[in-house]
């Protein structure tokens, strides 16, 4: 693990290699000069070691009309007077394409930490990746460089709950994930499959049948007739216990049941339909201030 808060922090990593808000910044960076693409090499640590060919012909086609718009992020190398690319090998790699003898870069002095951490989210924003290389992406950059779902949130410009349920697809079974990297599962079909008792043979189900994600979801929360114990219990409750139920479950906009075992406590049932209202309900529980209710208590 090379788990370490950087200084400038990420946001202001991501800025200084032209990562942030996106593929297209608000601010192009201004080149510093022109260097022959064959004095520049790619990283070998870049975790994408595949480019699909008919999207490097395309931006190719787009350089041969525009030019390369955005420089490229570049480092020294040992050899003198060449250059090892931080950020756009996918650019050096279409320059190439289209007979570009140079290109525009900026010089930086990032470490090899940093470097490997900027490629990783360099393939986020700016490549098309399946939904399970998107969710390794993010475990990687939280396990190994101790970033939090917030700050991520933050600096890559997702939501606090797209990155959580990102990296739930993790949770899935291979064949599952297998089903994604194809594009034969959308991230939406297998998020819905999280929660199911059988998600491989759902999956192959939804596969064959073509069904949509709020079909998935339905077959997975089907509805469960309520005990005879159930419904006896329930109908033993005193108000005081019911007004409860009803002021929590407003709040929160859940199902909520409580039940209680006399002098042993009792237990909170919180009943959630999608994993969406499940980040909501770990959001809210992990605000709470365990002293402050002690104290309350």
């Known amino acids: ?70 420089p490229l992020i570049v480092r020294s190398s040992s050899k ?43 393939n986020i924003q700016r490549e098309d990746l399946n939904p399970v290389e998107e969710a390794l992406a993010y475990r990687q950059l939280m396990e190994r460089f101790g970033h939090t779902q917030e700050k991520l949130a933050e600096a890559l410009s997702r939501s606090r709950s797209h990155i959580a349920n990102s990296i739930r697809l993790l949770t899935l079974p291979e064949p599952v994930q297998a089903m994604m990297r194809k594009g034969e599962l959308s991230a939406g079909h297998a998020r819905a499959l999280i929660t199911s008792a059988d998600p491989v043979k759902l999956a192959i189900q939804t596969v064959q ?10 077959l997975v ?34 199902g909520v049941k409580i039940d209680f075992r006399g002098i042993d406590g009792g237990t909170v049932t919180i009943s959630f339909r999608t994993l969406d209202e499940l980040d909501l309900l770990c959001d809210v529980l992990s605000r709470i201030d365990r002293k402050e209710m002690m104290d309350r208590l």
Do not use: C
């Open 221 to 254: 929360r089907k509805p469960t007739q309520p005990t005879k114990a159930r419904v006896a219990r329930d109908s033993e409750k005193d108000a005081d216990t019911r007004a409860i139920e009803a002021d929590i479950s407003a709040n929160l906009g859940m």
């Open 1 to 70: 693990m090379e788990k370490r808060g950087l200084g400038r922090g990420l946001s202001a990593l991501l800025a200084d290699a032209n990562l942030s808000n996106g593929p297209e910044p608000a601010r192009p960076v201004k080149a510093e000069m022109s260097v022959p693409v064959d004095r520049l090499h790619p990283n070998p640590d870049q975790p994408r070691k595949t480019f699909t060919p008919e999207a490097l012909e395309q931006l190719a086609q787009s350089i041969r009309q525009k030019g390369v718009i955005q």
């Open 209 to 218: 049948r073509g069904l949509s994600v709020r079909q998935v979801e339905d």
């Open 80 to 122: 003198a007077d060449h250059y090892e690319i931080v950020a756009g090998e996918r650019r050096w790699r279409a320059a190439q394409l289209a007979e570009l003898h140079s290109v525009p870069v900026v010089i930086r002095d990032f470490s090899d930490v940093e470097v490997l951490e900027i490629a990783i989210i360099e």
